[in-house]
């Protein structure tokens, strides 16, 4: 069973920072793509950024370019993301996801495996 947990989640103020894990549980993540996505409240949930372990260069939507980062524990199946100069615009929950594969993702695509989600706030 696939299993992913999310944490790492909180409540900051606009330009900090956060880091969110998703952890694999009874699997390793070396043949699989992790995507990040999130949904705020009212909203559709958007994906945030894909990863293909394999390929190991990750893909960011336009509104997180340069501000989020995603990267593979180079000794644990964990995967980060990192989220600098945080906006309120960027509150919502956060889900990590995970489907096989090991061509280099596309933001497109669909997801087997999913997290339960982690909330972050943002607000002054």
């Known amino acids: 069973q696939v299993q992913l947990v999310e944490s790492g989640g909180g409540s900051v103020q606009p330009g900090e920072s956060l880091r969110l894990s998703c952890a694999a549980s009874?699997?390793?993540?070396?043949?699989?793509?992790v995507g990040w996505f999130r949904q705020a409240p009212g909203k559709e949930r958007e994906v945030v950024s894909c990863?293909?372990?394999?390929?190991?260069?990750?893909k960011y939507a336009e509104f997180v370019r340069g501000r989020f980062a995603v990267y593979k524990d180079h000794f644990k199946d964990i995967v980060y993301l990192q989220m600098s100069n945080l906006k309120v615009e960027d509150t919502a929950v956060y889900y990590c996801?995970?489907?096989?594969?090991?061509?280099?993702?596309?933001?497109?695509?669909?997801?087997?495996?999913w997290g339960q989600g982690t909330q972050v706030n943002v607000s002054p």
């Open positions: 996801a995970a489907v096989f594969g090991m061509s280099r993702c596309e933001l497109d695509w669909h997801f087997d495996y």
């Open positions: 009874d699997f390793a993540l070396d043949y699989y793509v």
């Open positions: 990863l293909t372990i394999r390929d190991g260069r990750p």
